[in-house]
C-alpha cells in the first residue's frame, strides 16, 4: 500500500499519483497503455495487471470521488491496439467500482482515445477546488488555481539510481503553483532534469525553482528535496 506523503500545500503523493483532499480526487498522468507490448520484454510482462494493482492500492489509499487521468493513457500515436482499449477500460471499471468517477484527459499520444474511452474526453478538466488538470504539451485556455500535469516524465540521479520524480513551484503558469507528476507507467522512459538548465514546456518557465519529490518506489513514499537550482550544488549535479 503506497504511503501518502505531505506535498506542495494542498497536495499528497501516493506512490505515483498525487492525491488533492479539498478536491476529493486523484490524478496520474501518462498510462502509456500498450508501451510494454512495443519493448522488448513485453510479452514477459503484464502491463494491464500492473497499472491495475499500482493504480487500486492508490484508489484503496485515498478513497476519492474523481480519478483523473492526465493524458497519454495509449502509447501509440495512432489507432491503439485492441489489448491497449482493454487496458483503459479496465482502470476506467476499476475505478467506478471503488465508487469513484473516472475523468480522461487527452494527451498528445491519445488520438485514438475518444473512440477507445467509455465516456467524454477533455483537452483539460476543472476540479471542485480550482486546480485545473491537463496533460502539458499545450499550454491550457483553462485558468486555475493551481495547474497539475503530466507529460514530461521527469527524473533524476539519487543514490545512484535514476529514480522519477514529481516537480513542483510557485509561478509557473499565469503565477500559479504546477506540479508535473511522473508517469504512471514504470515503462515509459525518464527526462533526467538534473542534466538541463530549462525544459520545452509552456507549463515550466523555471526549472531551478521546481522541488523535485523523488518516487521511492520500494518504500511506497516521496522524498521532497529543495528547489532544483540549490539541490544540484549539494548533491553534486
Known sequence: MPTTTDGPEGVHTAGRAAYLPAAEAVVVADLHAGRAAASNVGLLLDERAGLRDRLGRVVEATDPETVVFAGDLLHRFGDPTPRAVGTIRSLAGLVRAAGARPIAVAG?????????????????????????????????????????????????????????????????????????????????RGLRIERRERIDSPLVTDLDTLRPGVVDDDAGETLWFPPLGESRRHLGW
Open 108 to 188: 498528445n499520444h491519445d488520438g485514438g482515445l475518444a473512440a477507445a474511452w467509455p465516456g467524454p474526453v477533455h483537452d483539460a478538466y476543472r476540479l471542485g477546488d480550482g486546480t485545473v488538470v491537463c496533460h502539458g504539451h499545450d499550454s491550457p485556455e483553462m485558468a486555475g488555481g493551481r495547474y497539475v500535469c503530466g507529460h514530461l516524465h521527469p527524473a533524476l540521479t539519487a543514490a545512484g539510481r535514476k529514480r522519477d520524480c514529481f516537480l513542483a513551484g510557485d509561478g509557473q503558469v499565469r503565477g500559479r503553483p504546477v506540479l508535473v507528476l511522473p508517469a504512471f507507467s514504470t515503462f515509459a
